[in-house]
């Protein structure tokens, strides 16, 4: 008898499915959290005899187990159990010094690995199960999902295929993609209905992503500039758009309350949130983690901000004040403030409320980025623009100190306003 015991998420799952095609109703497969796991082997030991089942094998995949589990497995391994851990997490790659450990990151081929994509591979190598197209497209597709490559390949189907393990049961889940994989052997798809459920999600989703963009906050959290965002659902979307959104953040942190967990998500390639997860218990990939929220987290990222205002949004139908003009882009920040930040002599400068800060960038973006991690700004709108720039023409005409680039024809700017 073999005996699957997964994490229940999509690539978790997604174990699940491939073996229950390539074993049938000879595999008994539990679907666990991150910290269930730990009780699952445990009693998973402490039945099974290895002398009155030899031939049982236990596979342990996308999860790996507790220090104390895992010398339990090893000895149990040692007296002649049967286990195989297939993971992809770097969390894991200790388990590589066992015999029955095999945790990569990559494949051979260079793509970043996912659990699913793994155990396909493994079970194809033994002889457990054949290769068709209907079951490398939908590896495929949980793959690209979990290390977020769907976005950088466009390929929405991987997002699609996540949406659909949320909207039905796990156990509906795995039965339809089971059934699909086992019959249809030309490629994966979505049947009818899964597609109009699937353009209905996708218009809910939009709505949630924009309400949850305006209670964004930021903040500092150690060394990182973090934005913080409370939610329930639909984390990896909220995470892509307000990642992409406010590319001067760090990482974006998304709490669950009533779960008590917190999401982490990236953008960027310098920052790697699976060590930020490890330093509160978690753990993940370099641009997707999670961890418990305990009492630190809960200080760290609920309780020191929680009367922070939200990030404000910048204006997004200006004519005059347009990012990167040379001449000048103003920017307010909270209390009234206001920044200008302009090009001169090669480089840009920053002015706050007149005054040259002393700082200069070599681009308006790493001007902006400094602004709005540090300042919190965010860009004005052309009303508040026009009326900075006639406040300084009326000082410049009664020579008051000059507020303006002095390259700047301030007289034929007026017109064009």
Known sequence: MYHLYSHNDLDGVGCGIIAKCAFGEGIDVRYNSIHGLNQQVARYLNRTSVQENPYDMLFITDLSVSPDIEKELNVFVEEGGQVQLIDHHKTALHFNEYSWGQVDVTHRDGRLASATSLFYEYLIEHGHLGRSESLDEFVELVRLYDTW????????????????????????????????????????????FE??????????????????????????????????????????ELASELGSSYP?????????????????????????????????????????????????VYQWFAADSFELEPIRFDASRNQFNIKGSESGVLYESWGED???????????????????????????????????RQYGVWLSR????????????MRNRNHERPGLPPDMDEEKLMEDL
Not at 217 to 231: D, K, L, N, R
């Open 149 to 192: 490559e769907w976005e950088e390949s466009g390929k929405i189907e991987a997002k699609r295929l996540n949406d659909l393990f949320y909207m039905l049961s796990l156990d509906e889940f795995e039965s339809k993609m089971s059934e699909r994989l086992r019959e249809s052997h030309e490629g994966f798809f979505f049947d009818e």
């Open 195 to 236: 597609q109009k459920i699937l353009d209905m999600e996708e218009n809910k989703i939009e709505r949630y992503i924009r309400r949850k963009q305006r209670e964004l906050i930021q903040t500092f959290v150690e060394e990182h500039c973090v934005g913080i965002v409370y939610a329930e659902s639909y984390h990896s």
């Open 248 to 296: 001067h953040l760090d990482y974006i942190a998304i709490l669950n309350m009533g779960g008590r967990k917190m999401s982490l998500r990236t953008i960027h390639d310098h920052v790697d949130v699976s060590e930020v997860a490890m330093r509160y218990g978690g753990g993940g990939h370099a641009k997707a983690a999670g961890c418990t929220i305990t009492e630190d």
């Open 338 to 372: 206001l920044l200008f930040v302009y090009a001169y002599a090669g480089e840009w400068v920053i002015e706050w409320n007149g005054e040259p800060l002393p700082f200069r960038f070599r681009s308006f973006e790493e001007a902006e980025r400094h602004m709005k």
């Open 382 to 393: 052309d009303d508040v623009f026009v009326k900075m720039l006639k406040e300084q023409w």
